[in-house]
């Protein structure tokens, strides 16, 4: 199996996109820890692996609070003895334009998706660098390749996970730690869902955009994920992996 005896931190685990790396991971023989404020949906994910013969765990997680870092590291350690793998998947988006962006939702935009990514890489440097080495993915978007009119915040925070990942990927190579993100295009989750495909004419818009002529699935970003989080890909750090369908490509 692709990720055999790998222990893998994943946040934004409870549902979407991160449950579905979370499954995932999983069958590919990894040790998951499922990080979420969502609890009971992310206990229903953690039941559902260890219940299907995976390994898993469940721990509630602000990505924004540095000591829950500092509790959730300490617990995947005490659990399963090391981190190899962290997926920083854990985001918010939001419209706004810049003249209707509040300080208050600029704020909290950037705490999630940009600090959240940095205080998840910087706890998870010393207890890769202890195993030997590890894999760091950080879900960016090609929101954080390319400007969007009606989202300034969500944009400026994908690009800074964007540098973020390549600054990372520099630092570290020297203790075998690599650092990647992944940038999808719009991809049908809860997260997208009530601002792009709340409805039909609204998602066939959405896939319009697409030259593949459809919007993404969770499936096509958690396997490109996986590659990345597993030694196929150990050539690859400071790399942006594009999942987006021919967006950007036009």
């Given at each position: 199996?692709?990720?055999?005896?790998?222990?893998?931190?994943?946040?934004?685990?409870?549902?979407?996109?991160?449950?579905?790396?979370?499954?995932l991971?999983?069958?590919?023989?990894?040790?998951?820890?499922?990080?979420?404020?969502?609890?009971?949906?992310?206990?229903?994910?953690?039941?559902?692996?260890?219940?299907?013969?995976?390994?898993?765990?469940?721990?509630?997680?602000?990505?924004?609070d540095?000591?829950?870092?500092?509790?959730?590291?300490?617990?995947?350690?005490?659990?399963?003895?090391?981190?190899?793998?962290?997926?920083?998947?854990?985001?918010?988006?939001k419209?706004?334009?810049?003249?209707?962006?509040?300080?208050?939702?600029?704020?909290?935009?950037?705490?999630?998706?940009?600090?959240?990514?940095?205080?998840?890489?910087?706890?998870?440097?010393?207890?890769?660098?202890?195993?030997?080495?590890?894999?760091?993915?950080?879900?960016?978007?090609?929101?954080?390749?390319?400007?969007?009119?009606?989202?300034?915040?969500?944009?400026?925070s994908?690009?800074?996970?964007?540098l973020l990942?390549?600054?990372?990927?520099?630092?570290y190579?020297?203790?075998?730690?690599?650092?990647?993100?992944?940038?999808?295009?719009?991809i049908?989750?809860?997260?997208?869902?009530?601002?792009?495909?709340?409805?039909?004419?609204?998602?066939?818009?959405s896939?319009?955009?697409?030259?593949?002529?459809?919007?993404?699935?969770?499936?096509?970003?958690?396997?490109?994920?996986?590659?990345?989080?597993?030694?196929?890909?150990?050539?690859?750090?400071?790399?942006?992996l594009?999942i987006?369908g021919?967006?950007?490509?036009?």
């Amino acid at each position: 199996m692709r990720l055999d005896n790998k222990v893998a931190l994943i946040t934004g685990g409870a549902r979407g996109q991160g449950a579905v790396e979370a499954r995932l991971f999983a069958a590919e023989g990894a040790n998951v820890v499922i990080c979420d404020i969502l609890d009971e949906e992310g206990k229903r994910i953690e039941s559902e692996i260890n219940n299907t013969g995976g390994s898993s765990l469940f721990a509630h997680l602000d990505v924004t609070d540095e000591s829950e870092w500092q509790h959730v590291i300490e617990t995947t350690l005490n659990s399963f003895g090391q981190l190899d793998i962290l997926v920083n998947n854990a985001g918010i988006y939001k419209w706004s334009q810049v003249e209707e962006t509040t300080s208050e939702l600029w704020d909290q935009t950037m705490d999630i998706n940009a600090k959240g990514v940095f205080l998840g890489t910087k706890h998870a440097i010393a207890p890769m660098r202890n195993s030997g080495g590890g894999s760091i993915v950080n879900i960016s978007s090609v929101a954080g390749l390319v400007g969007s009119a009606n989202a300034a915040a969500y944009c400026a925070s994908k690009g800074a996970v964007r540098l973020l990942t390549k600054s990372t990927a520099i630092q570290y190579a020297k203790d075998g730690i690599r650092a990647n993100s992944v940038h999808p295009g719009i991809i049908d989750t809860p997260m997208t869902t009530p601002n792009l495909l709340a409805t039909k004419e609204a998602r066939d818009r959405s896939a319009s955009r697409h030259p593949l002529g459809r919007v993404g699935t969770s499936e096509d970003v958690a396997y490109g994920v996986l590659f990345l989080a597993s030694d196929e890909s150990s050539f690859m750090t400071g790399s942006e992996l594009v999942i987006d369908g021919g967006l950007t490509a036009q």
